[in-house]
C-alpha cells in the first residue's frame, strides 16, 4: 500500500496531454437578466482532489482557479431579475406556449453538447470523477433533457383537450408556480443540479441558479448558453457561500419554489428563513442511510458484485450508496472474503486513469472525517479487514471494510458519504428491520435473497418505509422515468422525467357553464389564438 500512494500522484508531465490544463482559470463572470456581468470583488480558490509531484518529489494541491464571492446584495439583484421576468405570472416566459418554450430549451441544449469536452474535462478536475463516470452523467444530462421535452410534449397534449362534467366545461393544464431557487450537490453538480433546473424552466418558472460548492467551475462553458436561450431574467446563476447569497434569497420572501439537494439540516434552516412558509413549494433530495441486506438463501456472487459497487461506485460519495451492509451471519464470512477480493481489484488512480475504480476526494477534510470514524470503530470493537483500508495520502482514502459494526459506533449510523463499508452480522432478521423502523432516514434499501416468501414478507414490511426497494441489485436513481423520493428526513417531494414537471407547476383550470354563449366565446378565443393558456394546439 505504501508504494501504491507513493506512486498514486502524477507528476505534470505523466498527465496524458488530452487531459492537461492550462493556467489557473479566474472566473469572475456570472449571468444576471441576460447579461454576463464580471465581478470585481473577493474570489473563492478552487482546489482540486489531484495533488502533483513536483521536481523534488514532493506533492502539492493543484489549484484550478477561482469563482466569484457574490454578496447578498448582488444575488438580491439576480433573485428581483427572475421576479420581474416572472412578473407575477404575466412575463413573456410563464405566459409563453408550451411549444416555444420547448423550442428554447432545445436551443440551450445544442449549445451544451458543444461544451461536452470542456465539462467533461472539469469534472475530472473539480470532484475527482473518472473519465469513463463524467462522460456518463453529461450524456445522461443530455438525456434527461430530451426525455423531458418529450414528457412534456405529451403531458401538454392530454391537457390540449376540454372536459365535460355536470353541465361544467373545463380545461386543466399546468402553470408554474413562480421563480424557483435551484441548487445541486457536488458529487453530481450537472446531472442532479439539471434534473430539477431543467424542468422548473421548462415549464415558465424563472431561476436563480447556484452551482454546488465544488463542481463550481464547470458551469462557466455553459453560461454563454444560458444567455442566448432564455430571455432576459428567466435563468440567473449566481456564486458564492450560501449562508450569505442563499440565506438572503429566502428570507427575502419572493422564492416560490426552492429545489435542493444537499443535507437535512441545511434544507431546513434554509426553509426557516422564508417569510411566507405557505408559499414555498420545495423539491428536496436529502440525507440517506441506504441498508444492504444480504438474507441467508443468496445468491453470494450477485450480493457481492451489487454491493461492492453499490457501496463503493465514485468512492461511496452517492446520496444512493449503500451506506451499512447487514449480513446474516451464516453467510457472513464467505460474503466477506468474496468482498475483499472484489475489491482488491478496484484501480486506485487519477481520474482520467483508464480502469480507474478509486479516485481522490474532493471535500476538505474528508479524509480526517473518515478516519474518525474507522478510529471510533475500532475503539468499539471493529476492525479493518482488507490490507490497506484506511490508508491515505493528499486527498485519497483507500477503502475500509469495518467489520463486525455495532450500534455503538459513529458509522452504523452516520451517513459517511465516503469509501467506509460498514458491515454488520446479524441472526435475527428483526434487528434489521427494527435498524429500518427506527431510522431518521428513508430514501432506499437493497434486499439480496432467493427465498421469495423471505423477499416478499420484507416487501410488505419496508414498502412504507422507503422511496425504493431493489431487489439483488444496489440501490440507484435510474432509469430517469422512474420516481425518485424518500421518506422521513431524506427527501421532500418526488423527482423523475414525469414527476418533476408537476412538482414545477400546478393544475389550473379553466371552467365556464356550458352554455351557447360560453361555447362560441371558448370556440372565438382558440380560433383566432387570443389566450396562449386556454388552446388546443397539439405539439407534435
Known amino acids: 500500500m505504501d508504494r501504491l500512494l507513493d506512486s498514486l500522484f502524477p507528476t505534470a508531465e505523466e498527465i496524458p496531454e488530452a487531459y492537461r490544463l492550462g493556467a489557473p482559470l479566474e472566473q469572475r463572470d456570472y449571468l444576471v437578466n441576460g447579461q454576463l456581468h464580471h465581478w470585481q470583488g473577493p474570489l473563492a480558490t478552487v482546489r482540486s482532489p489531484v495533488w502533483l509531484k513536483d521536481a ?42 408550451v411549444a416555444e418554450r420547448i423550442r428554447h430549451v432545445e436551443g440551450f441544449l445544442g449549445r451544451m453538447r458543444e461544451q461536452r469536452e470542456a465539462v467533461v474535462k472539469l469534472l475530472m478536475w473539480e470532484i475527482g470523477k473518472n473519465l469513463k463516470d463524467a462522460e456518463k452523467e453529461f450524456d445522461r444530462t443530455c438525456d434527461y433533457i430530451v426525455d423531458t421535452i418529450g414528457a412534456l410534449k405529451e403531458l401538454d397534449r392530454r391537457s390540449s383537450r376540454f372536459e ?28 442532479e443540479t439539471f434534473t430539477t433546473l431543467i424542468p422548473a424552466l421548462i415549464m415558465g418558472n ?51 419554489v426552492f429545489a435542493f439537494i444537499g443535507t437535512n439540516k441545511a434544507a431546513s434552516d434554509l426553509k426557516k428563513l422564508h417569510p411566507r412558509p405557505h408559499r414555498l413549494r420545495a423539491a428536496l433530495g436529502l440525507d440517506a442511510k441506504n441498508p444492504g441486506i444480504v438474507l441467508p438463501e443468496v445468491d453470494l456472487d450477485n450480493a457481492v458484485s451489487e454491493a461492492l459497487t453499490g457501496a463503493l461506485s465514485f468512492n461511496g460519495q452517492r446520496c444512493t450508496a449503500l451506506k451499512i451492509l447487514f449480513v446474516h451471519e451464516q453467510v457472513v464470512d464467505a460474503f466477506l472474503e468474496k468482498f475483499q477480493t472484489r475489491l482488491a481489484a478496484l484501480k486506485p488512480g487519477m481520474p482520467w486513469t483508464p480502469g480507474v475504480g478509486l479516485t481522490p476526494l474532493p471535500e476538505p477534510g474528508k479524509i480526517d472525517y473518515l478516519n474518525g470514524l474507522v478510529d471510533d470503530a475500532l475503539g468499539h470493537g471493529a476492525r479493518v479487514l482488507n490490507p490497506g483500508g484506511g490508508q491515505s495520502r493528499g486527498s485519497f ?61 420484507l416487501v410488505d414490511t419496508f414498502a412504507n418505509q422507503v422511496g425504493r426497494i431493489n431487489i439483488n441489485a444496489q440501490c440507484q436513481r435510474g432509469p430517469d422515468t422512474f ?29 365556464t357553464r356550458f352554455q351557447d354563449a360560453n361555447k362560441q366565446l371558448i370556440s372565438d378565443i382558440i380560433r383566432n389564438r387570443e389566450s396562449s393558456f386556454l388552446t388546443t394546439d397539439y405539439i407534435f
Open 56 to 97: 523534488d518529489g514532493d506533492e502539492q494541491q493543484v489549484i484550478l482557479g477561482s469563482a466569484p464571492l457574490l454578496d447578498a446584495d448582488t444575488a438580491l439583484g439576480a433573485l428581483d431579475a427572475a421576479v420581474h421576468a416572472y412578473d407575477k405570472g404575466r412575463g413573456a416566459w410563464p405566459t409563453m406556449r
Open 164 to 191: 365535460l362534467e355536470q353541465d361544467t366545461l373545463g380545461q386543466i393544464r399546468r402553470a408554474p408556480l413562480g421563480v424557483a431557487l435551484c441548487m445541486g450537490p457536488y458529487n453530481y453538480p450537472l446531472n
Open 206 to 256: 424563472t431561476v436563480v441558479f447556484k452551482p454546488a460548492k465544488f463542481g463550481v467551475l464547470l458551469i462557466r462553458p455553459l453560461l454563454e448558453a444560458f444567455r442566448d436561450s432564455f430571455p432576459a431574467g428567466v435563468i440567473n446563476v449566481i456564486y458564492g457561500r450560501g449562508r450569505e447569497t442563499v440565506s438572503a434569497l429566502m428570507a427575502s420572501g419572493k422564492v416560490d
Open 397 to 457: 482514502f483507500y477503502p475500509a471494510l469495518l467489520y463486525p459494526v455495532n450500534p455503538a459506533m459513529r458509522v452504523y449510523h452516520e451517513e459517511q458519504f465516503g469509501p467506509l463499508v460498514p458491515v454488520v452480522p446479524y441472526r435475527d432478521l428483526q434487528t434489521v428491520i427494527d435498524y429500518v423502523l427506527d431510522s431518521d432516514f428513508g430514501q432506499q434499501l437493497s434486499l439480496f435473497g432467493t427465498n421469495s416468501k423471505e423477499i416478499g414478507l
Open 483 to 511: 420516481p425518485f423520493n424518500g421518506r422521513k428526513n431524506s427527501a421532500e417531494g418526488t423527482l423523475s422525467v414525469h414527476d418533476a414537471l408537476r412538482t414545477f407547476s400546478i393544475r389550473t383550470l379553466v371552467a
